[in-house]
């Protein structure tokens, strides 16, 4: 791995829903799919609203640790009747479910995320469990050097041992890895954990009806457009 | 992912010393390039031998968790004055420890790997840990979809919760994922937890002076020359 001087990042760790992938357009076109009488947009954002107060209840020990596999559909279950369509049958459950395996990736990611593992040792640390994850990226074709996962730790993000779970995993200093990631507050927690952080902007991450301020904070290590545009700011051919 | 029959898995789970890369071959090309004097083959194989039982201190609980790296260090650290190197430095050995990150693959094995990644989730199970294996991996170009440890279950093999844990992540039934390794007892214990088990020859694991019996158990699922033979048997383009 070239090292250019010490602020450089050896390891880049990734946060994918919203970061790398589409979760909102993905979630939306599969529902428009199935229940063309749906408000499809209101439905994924209502699904996605789910999960934080899920992984919450986690976090609280309400919940023993669960993958979000299982939270998605918890929460997916709750949500059909709240649309009219309690009459989904199970397979159709199951496999709708699988939509967070299917996300397709924003249009910059697997080119930007290419060129910055020519550079750099390229990880997700994500909330998604690993399974998900490895099914995404043979899916969308997302060419990670290693799949982390809260499920790897035991804890979700914004646990401190999620972050530096990562420098513990490649015996490095905290300062060596370099969280990406299109959210303040994920970017915030592995700060105060010592890690560097790259912003994403990513507007359109609840559709483009509902556009994201993305102005970032100015104690971000790096603030990207996208990753194409992170891996020309960390110097990557 | 295609499945062609309810027999065929679809998860390949690989170990990897040994069945993926060639320790012995590695590790004595570096020793001989570092201490031209001394009987590289011979260290190779005394640096192995220390692995079972570091690891079997860790599983009485003499030892808590302790990744592989840290492992080998402490046999490293025991063997050189054996071998007339108890001056070697603290970089030295701490350069040589990580000659583990840089195991040559198996001639067959990138090319077999590509191949069976075209039809099948391909991921590691190996008690190397996360960060010794994704470094491997970039080195060598070894195309997993995913890397799992003991280290992502805190349990070496054979435990069972690494073979069942397999299954878990992804979510299948046990009977759907493959082991694949060069090592009969590795085999074994997952067979015992209802895995399907592949057996590849490797006859120069110990050294080409050291050829060891490649018979394996007519009770293996498969049984393959190497990877682009079990890619052959797999029916995989």
């Keep these: 791995m070239p090292r250019t001087d010490a602020s450089t990042p050896r390891i880049l760790a990734c946060d994918v829903f919203g970061t790398v992938v589409d979760w909102h357009g993905s979630v939306m076109r599969e529902i428009a799919a199935r229940a063309p009488a749906i408000d499809a947009a209101a439905f994924a954002r209502a699904w996605r609203a789910g999960y934080q107060p899920a992984m919450a209840r986690v976090r609280a020990g309400e ?78 074709g997302l060419p990670w050097d290693c799949i982390l996962s809260a499920e790897t730790f035991g804890r979700y993000k914004p646990d401190p041992r999620t972050y530096r779970g990562v420098a513990e995993i490649f015996d490095v200093e905290p300062g060596q890895v370099m969280l990406v990631a299109a959210h303040q507050d994920d970017l915030d927690a592995a700060r105060d954990c010592g890690l560097q952080t790259a912003y994403i902007e990513r507007p359109a991450e609840f559709g483009a009806d509902a556009p994201k301020p993305v102005v970032g904070d100015a104690a971000n290590t790096l603030h990207a457009r996208d990753l194409t545009d992170l891996a020309d700011r960390l110097g990557c051919p």
């Design 63 to 140: 919940l023993g640790w669960t993958r979000i596999d299982v939270l998605n559909r918890m929460i997916l279950d709750t949500l059909l009747p709240e649309f009219g369509l309690a009459a989904m049958d199970e397979a159709s459950r199951a496999e709708l479910n699988r939509v967070w395996q299917r996300l397709a990736p924003w249009p910059d990611a697997v080119a930007g995320l290419a060129r910055l593992r020519s550079r750099f040792m390229l990880c997700t640390l994500s909330n998604g469990n690993i399974g998900l994850l490895a099914e995404m990226a043979k899916h969308a």
